[in-house]
């Protein structure tokens, strides 16, 4: 088995608010992929006490042991047990209720002998590639189809977006959310590898529009899940005249994990 990750902040001077792991069981049957995506809050960070990496390497390790010790509970209930863990480690200390309390963006895979199932909240992204080349894209479009001009103001997005119907979910204290995602399973002999990925390291595809999703895959599995990265920020820092980003940060943490099964 070949399992290669990447994780690199987009500021240097800024903590990475990504997280992965890739978990593979001491018995040799299955394994899983954890990403996440920290969401950083605007102004006043939500009345916690803890950063975003704080909180998005507990509910990543709580993600990472509870997939694989868990085999007989569903990817939906493990979330649900993950947001619940994390959310007790802080919820004497911090306003858990407040819209911007630490939360993330989720993708997970996890296989056996029999079946490869995943799990994607918000805009993460897992691609599942198949014997015959064939790669599908696991995506929660629910962000990218709420219209732009409502993602302008924060107290819009707080008070009518963020975990609320008509607009997008993320994880954050309620274990309820873990019910929004984006699950399923295929057969195992119907994925020979799979990505995980960020919207950092999406963006080659999703923002900068050099390939689509196959031919990303293509890209890390032919020369690593760096590559991808590097060229990301080689097209970042091209794009001085913002015609691609937009009003977006010029770059974002970006995180990519590959395994071959």
Not at 113 to 130: N, P
Not at 159 to 182: I, Q
Not at 239 to 252: C, I, T, V
Request: hydrophobic share 45%.
């Amino acid at each position: 088995m070949r399992t290669e990750l990447v994780s690199e902040p987009g500021d240097p001077a800024r903590p990475n608010e990504d997280f992965a792991s890739v978990g593979l069981p001491a018995c040799g049957q299955g394994g899983s992929v954890v990403v996440l995506d920290g969401v950083t809050p605007p102004g006043d960070g939500g009345g916690c006490l803890h950063s975003v990496p704080w909180f998005t390497a507990r509910l990543g390790g709580a993600l990472t042991e509870l997939a694989v010790s868990f085999t007989d509970v569903p990817l939906a209930g493990v979330l649900s047990l993950a947001i619940a863990r994390t959310a007790d480690a802080h919820a004497e200390t911090c306003d858990l209720s407040h819209p911007r309390t630490p939360q993330a963006t989720v993708a997970v895979a996890r296989w056996s002998a029999e079946t490869v199932e995943y799990l994607v909240l918000s805009d993460a992204a897992l691609l599942l590639g198949a014997p015959d080349g064939t790669v599908t894209p696991v995506l929660d479009d629910r962000l990218a189809r709420v219209p732009r001009e409502r993602l302008r103001s924060a107290a819009e997005v707080d008070g009518t977006l963020r975990n609320r119907e008509g607009g997008f979910f993320t994880a954050a204290a309620d274990p309820s959310v873990a019910g929004r995602a984006v699950t399923g399973s295929v057969p195992r002999a119907g994925v020979r590898a799979l990505a995980a990925l960020t919207d950092g390291a999406t963006r080659w595809t999703e923002t900068f529009r050099e390939g689509d999703w196959a031919e990303l895959f293509a890209l890390v599995r032919d020369e690593g899940t760096r590559a991808l990265v590097e060229r990301v920020r080689l097209l970042e820092r091209a794009d001085g005249a913002r015609a691609f980003l937009g009003r977006a940060k010029p770059h974002d943490d970006a995180t990519a994990v590959y395994a071959e099964l």
